[in-house]
């Protein structure tokens, strides 16, 4: 009795550990190691190698074609620097560096798809990616220990998950999210999996994403910081299994690398714009606000923009005066009425 009860605990831790590996070899064999115990006796057994269970680090660095998880950032960029970068064509020194964060579960059960999908577009234009994992719903401290603290720090973050940094679907910490982000500062992109609806109903549908879905996948991780809400994978209805919706994997990564060399651009190299409110619309109410010195504000902006190195131009005005003056003798101001909220724009060269 003692030595069954033994075998049969013995079972049950191993049966235990194949399961937390989620992965197809792992509940194969599984199953081979239960029959062995269980249904077959004698020189019946199955002679075929039972492997012990594999496990993943709960966290990690994972890129599909990466001979091992690592656990930690300097290992990883050794490999991606020397082995893999070269055989792509990609130079570690110029490129920019995308990271990613993914959901163990998709590794661990080899759905993982639409992660590779997006890796390669990444890596096809050019990027350096690193991509992070978690087997809990906190992802701050991977971020911080493998992006802000890491050796070589993403110029922009894509959260694959389509959930708050911290806490998920289920129970959300905003203020710590924050804090992290903004320590790392840097672009942060949540893309959105279609979890409650599979990619076929997702594409019949009239109301398009679930309301659930707006919810949890585009409001809270905007409450974050989260930026570009982009669809970009679904499950297949017949299979389960999560697909890469390829038009959007590439509207994805595009907006992931611009945003990436947008940052690494020096302040005098970029462009940027400022709509003037004008309403009512219609003349004479350009930069018209309740309350508001609408062109104190902006020769304000204009001067903490040439502050941090921004080129306005050699004729940018010295008081708020002359700014008021530019805009509201532009013939567009004094003429047209071009939009039912804004009338002009003053382009800023940087």
């Not at 069954?4 to 079972?11: G, K, N, P």
């Not at 994978?233 to 999560?242: E, I, L, P, W």
């Not at 390829?246 to 611009?258: S, T």
């Amino acid at each position: 009795m003692f030595v069954v009860c033994v075998q049969d605990a013995r079972s049950f831790m191993m049966s235990f550990q194949y399961w937390l590996g989620g992965s197809p070899e792992n509940l194969e064999n599984m199953l081979l190691m239960m029959a062995n115990t269980y249904v077959y006796e004698g020189q019946k057994q199955i002679t075929t190698e039972i492997s012990e269970p594999a496990l993943l680090p709960d966290i990690g660095i994972w890129h599909p074609l990466a001979p091992q998880v690592f656990e930690d950032s300097v290992e990883y960029n050794q490999w991606y620097d020397k082995e893999h970068a070269p055989m792509l064509g990609i130079n570690p020194k110029t490129a920019p560096t995308v990271g990613v964060i993914l959901q163990k579960s998709h590794i661990n059960t080899k759905d993982e798809c639409h992660y590779t999908s997006l890796i390669q577009e990444l890596e096809a234009r050019g990027c350096r990616v690193i991509c992070l994992y978690s087997g809990g719903l906190d992802f701050s401290g991977p971020v911080t220990n493998f992006f802000t603290k890491g050796k070589v720090v993403p110029d922009a973050v894509i959260n694959l998950t389509g959930f708050a940094l911290v806490g998920g679907p289920a129970s959300q910490d905003h203020d710590k999210a924050i804090e992290v982000l903004s320590g790392l500062n840097r672009p942060y992109l949540c893309a959105v999996p279609l979890v409650f609806q599979s990619f076929e109903e997702w594409k019949a549908s009239e109301l398009g994403l679930h309301p659930i879905q707006v919810a949890l996948q585009v409001s809270l991780p905007e409450i974050d910081g989260a930026i570009e809400p982009i669809i970009y994978g679904g499950r297949d209805a017949v299979t389960g299994r999560t697909v890469p919706l390829p038009d959007r994997v590439n509207l994805l990564a595009d907006r992931a690398i611009k945003w990436a060399n947008l940052r690494i651009k020096n302040n005098a190299e970029k462009k940027l714009a400022i709509s003037i409110f004008s309403f009512p619309p219609d003349k004479g109410n350009v930069g018209t606000a309740a309350y508001l010195d609408v062109f104190s504000s902006i020769f304000e902006v204009g001067k903490e923009l040439k502050r941090q190195g921004y080129n306005l131009g050699h004729d940018w005005p010295k008081a708020k005066e002359g700014l008021m003056d530019m805009i509201l003798e532009d013939k567009e101001a004094k003429v047209w009425a071009v939009a039912s909220f804004f009338a002009t724009l003053v382009y800023m060269y940087l």
